[in-house]
């Protein structure tokens, strides 16, 4: 299931994909090797223009559950755009509180 979870926040459209990875060191995928977890693949876009996109570093230990991937990379999304970090807010978008 390759889903993207949308959502607005702060007048950014915030992409979560969760990927899922396996351990091994195959170079291709292959459904034998044992599930190592998920990890969320992040975009954040302004005015249909991509303003960032992250994967999480090496060092990140996947999540054994999709829907806690997700919620986790949108949080973490959700508090960087409200901080408003890229060139300030587009016009007419109030400051959050």
Not at 21 to 48: E, F, K, N
Not at 71 to 80: E, I, M, P, V
Request: one cysteine or more.
């Amino acid at each position: 299931m390759n889903t993207i979870r949308s959502e607005k926040r702060n007048g950014y459209d915030v992409h979560v994909k969760v990927v899922q990875v396996h351990r091994g060191s195959s170079t291709m995928q292959d459904s034998r090797l044992p599930t190592a977890g998920y990890v969320p693949l992040v975009q954040i876009c302004r005015d249909d223009e991509v303003v960032v996109e992250w994967h999480v570093p090496k060092c990140y230990r996947p999540r054994s559950l999709r829907k806690e991937t997700e919620d986790d990379a949108l949080a973490y999304a959700s508090k960087l755009v409200e901080q408003r970090p890229f060139d300030g807010p587009p016009s007419g978008v109030p400051v959050a509180a």
